[in-house]
């Protein structure tokens, strides 16, 4: 795997056409995600688009619900032919191995590789105080980080996503093929913007991430190759 391989950009545009155009000014992206809002706005037809320019495909919609409606969007989202699909980890053990069970049969029955199901524990605008003030979870941010990792591997999950300050804790106790994918990574040089909990990319690798999330200081810089590129150098000279 390249170093720009590990990084993955996010389509977070409202619109086919805007994604469409942000893919054709980052050729050497290999991976985009595709979140909430342009999948709300486009449908499939992005996901289409993505596979037929050979490129890898996050799908994050964080599925969160019952586990018969969890592993019916599974199921549906891996006859997409995308790489990884997000759950929440709190929709509990159930709910994660019928999704699991859900995506590889269909993956199977449409002759396409079985995604890789990963679990958010806590979304990375959230901060130890919110954990406790908010969302009454008495747990250390590292704990409840690490019980939602075990609850997700437990249940034949191929990883988590998680903030790259749970990472090196999530790597010594899950093991060398558990994937830790991180939002929250941003270059020295950029913004941090409504991330709470960042590394540097750099960091970020060293403490045990598998792929990094970048977006804004890739897709928001006057020169968005030329971020891309500055970053993939900087991870390859750490």
């Not at 999948?39 to 996901?47: A, H, K, N, R």
């Not at 490129?55 to 019916?72: C, E, Q, S, V, Y």
């Not at 991180?182 to 040089?189: I, K, S, T």
């Amino acid at each position: 795997m390249t170093t720009a391989d590990r990084v993955i950009v996010p389509l977070d545009v409202a619109s086919e056409a805007e994604a469409i155009a942000l893919v054709q000014t980052l050729p050497a992206v290999t991976f985009w995600k595709v979140g909430l809002e342009l999948f709300v706005s486009s449908g499939p037809g992005i996901l289409s688009y993505l596979k037929d320019q050979g490129k890898r495909i996050f799908l994050d919609l964080k599925f969160h619900d019952i586990p018969n409606t969890l592993a019916g969007a599974c199921r549906t989202a891996a006859g997409y032919g995308v790489d990884l699909i997000t759950v929440h980890a709190p929709a509990g053990k159930t709910a994660l191995q019928m999704a699991q069970q859900a995506a590889v049969a269909a993956a199977t029955a449409a002759g396409l590789s079985s995604p890789n199901l990963i679990a958010v524990t806590l979304l990375t605008s959230l901060d130890a105080r919110s954990l406790a003030f908010e969302l009454k979870v008495s747990l250390e941010l590292s704990d409840y980080a690490l019980q939602m990792a075990l609850l997700a591997q437990e249940s034949g999950l191929a990883g988590v996503v998680c903030s790259p300050h749970e990472a090196a804790l999530l790597r010594r106790t899950c093991g060398d093929d558990f994937l830790l994918v991180c939002p929250g990574v941003r270059p020295e040089w950029a913004t941090q913007g409504d991330q709470r909990r960042v590394m540097t990319p750099a960091q970020a690798i060293v403490a045990g991430a598998s792929y990094l999330v970048i977006g804004r200081p890739i897709t928001a810089a006057p020169d968005p190759e030329a971020a891309f590129n500055r970053i993939c150098q900087e991870l390859a000279a750490s």
